[in-house]
Each structure stands twice: as structure tokens, then as C-alpha cells.
T-cell receptor, first 113, second 115 residues
Framework: DGGITQSPKYLFRKEGQNVTLSCEQN?????MYWYRQDPGQGLRLIYY???????QKGDIAEGYSVSREKKESFPLTVTSAQKNPTAFYLC????????????FGEGSRLTVL | AQKITQTQPGMFVQEKEAVTLDCTYD???????LFWYKQPSSGEMIFLIY??????QNATEGRYSLNFQKARKSANLVISASQLGDSAMYFC????????????FGAGTTVTVRA
């Protein structure tokens, strides 16, 4: 079945450590996105990529990094520079261009101890 | 920055009744899309309904309908015949050309359906 797979679902990290969240899609979508969600709040855009080997900062990119070496994959690294990384992270994808629907993964919940 | 506003943080509705969730947007683009997503406590985001700016008819999907009032820049979601499984957080979102068609989300409305 086509979809978006995020891993791990739950992740614990010590302060000062970098952590990478995986996002893989087999929908043949060109555009991929990373959102952060804090408890009881809406989604905020971290980074997005509309084509392989290219990506742009979203509204809250500081302390995060991404890569897009393959169409199917868009991993997010939460670096030690991110001051408050505990959150729920959602990866999504859509067809490039136009007002198309966004398809989401099931999310990764990161807790910094 | 363009903004999506959902003014109702939380709502209670009786089972089998209808509920309306408010959403206003402020894009000045002519071509844009409006979306509603449902997020149950499990965290997944479930697409419910879409309205294009050029669509003359209000969108409907089963028990969901979108009350699109373009002049007022409002895109309210109506859920008819509420069910206990409708209890969730609901997000309104917009996407438009001058923003690379990225989806921007409102703060959400929590709906609790009472038996």
C-alpha cells in the first residue's frame, strides 16, 4: 500500500545529542514537508523540499537540518542547537505545485530527558 | 504573514447533533485551497475535505460539508449527525501560489461528542 512511513514512533534523547527522524514515502510525490506540533497547538513548518537535492526553510528551521538525496526520503535531524526539541514531529508529502492534499505519516514523538 | 484563524479552542456537541467549526483566512491570492484535517488522540492527521477558491459549490464529503464564504474569507466545517468517534482535534489549513502551495495550519479546535 502507498503511504508515508515515519520512524521511530517514540524517541528519547539526552540533552546535547543530535537525533535523526526518518521519513520515507512511496507515493511518488515530489514535495515533502516536516512539521512540529506542541501539545494542544497547531502544526508549524520546519523545512520543506519540492525536488530532490533542494529544500527550503520553513517558519521554525533553527536547530534543525534536512537532506533530500532521494525522492522517497526526507530525514530530519534535530540538533543540539534546538533549544526545546521535545515535540511531536509529522512528515508529509504531496504532488508538487497546485493546491493538492497533504498526506501525513503517523508521526514521531521526541522526548528530551 | 498570511494567517488561518480558528477562534474556538474547544467545543462540546451532543451525539447525533450537528456542529460548526469556524475558520477564517486572509490570503490575497486569487488561487488558493482550503483544507480540513482531523487529528484523533493517536496523532495521525486525517484529511476530511477540500475547497478550491474557484469552486462555486460548497464541498461535501459524507457527513462533512464546508461552508465557503469567499467575500468573508471564511471556510467553516459542518459535521452533521455527530458520532462519538468524531471526538478529536480539527485543523483548518490553507495553501496558495505565493506561498509555494505550502499548507499553513490554524491552532485547531477540540471537539468532544457527548453520548
Amino acid at each position: 500500500d502507498g503511504g508515508i512511513t515515519q520512524s521511530p514512533k517514540y524517541l528519547f534523547r539526552k540533552e546535547g545529542q543530535n537525533v535523526t527522524l526518518s521519513c520515507e514515502q512511496n507515493l511518488n510525490h515530489d514535495a515533502m514537508y516536516w512539521y512540529r506540533q506542541d501539545p494542544g497547538q497547531g502544526l508549524r513548518l520546519i523545512y520543506y523540499s519540492q525536488i530532490v537535492n533542494d529544500f527550503q526553510k520553513g517558519d521554525i528551521a533553527e536547530g534543525y537540518s534536512v537532506s533530500r538525496e532521494k525522492k522517497e526520503s526526507f530525514p530530519l535531524t534535530v540538533t543540539s542547537a534546538q533549544k526545546n526539541p521535545t515535540a511531536f514531529y509529522l512528515c508529509a508529502s504531496k504532488l508538487a505545485g497546485g493546491t493538492g492534499e497533504l498526506f501525513f505519516g503517523e508521526g514521531s514523538r521526541l522526548t528530551v530527558l | 504573514a498570511q494567517k488561518i484563524t480558528q477562534t474556538q479552542p474547544g467545543m462540546f456537541v451532543q451525539e447525533k447533533e450537528a456542529v460548526t467549526l469556524d475558520c477564517t483566512y486572509d490570503t490575497s491570492d486569487q488561487s488558493y485551497g482550503l483544507f480540513w484535517y482531523k487529528q484523533p488522540s493517536s496523532g495521525e492527521m486525517i484529511f476530511l475535505i477540500y475547497q478550491g477558491s474557484y469552486d462555486e459549490q460548497n464541498a461535501t464529503e459524507g457527513r462533512y460539508s464546508l461552508n465557503f464564504q469567499k467575500a468573508r474569507k471564511s471556510a467553516n466545517l459542518v459535521i452533521s449527525a455527530s458520532q462519538l468517534g468524531d471526538s478529536a482535534m480539527y485543523f483548518c489549513a490553507e495553501s496558495y501560489y505565493s506561498n509555494d502551495y505550502k499548507l499553513s495550519f490554524g491552532a485547531g479546535t477540540t471537539v468532544t461528542v457527548r453520548a
